[in-house]
């Protein structure tokens, strides 16, 4: 099984400073993830036009997860076999 993930939740958060105002709206999203037996992580696509903040968590602890924003997108690399749950502020820009 390839790693693998899930969005299951989207809320608009009220704007909270000028820059949201300006350039865009920020939404918390979160879901899921799983990896294989020998998976160690994979992107999450969020959707957004930028990723603010993000984490990860897993049953295992949040040791053997390592996180990496690039514009929309979320790259988690994990021990191998980790499953978890992420959650990310994102922010959808005004174009």
């Known amino acids: 099984m390839a790693f693998a993930y899930t ?24 879901g899921t993830f799983t990896n294989g037996g020998s998976d160690t992580g994979g992107a999450i696509a969020t959707g957004a036009d930028e990723v603010l903040h993000c984490s990860a968590a897993s049953s295992t602890g ?21 499953d978890g749950t992420w959650e990310a502020t994102v922010l959808h820009t005004n174009k």
């Open 7 to 30: 969005i299951d939740y989207k809320i608009p958060l009220p704007p909270m400073e000028k820059r949201q105002n300006k350039n865009g709206r920020a939404v918390k999203i979160g």
């Open 62 to 82: 949040a040791a053997g997860i390592q996180i990496a924003l690039s514009g929309g997108t979320i790259t988690l690399t994990t021990t191998a076999d980790y």
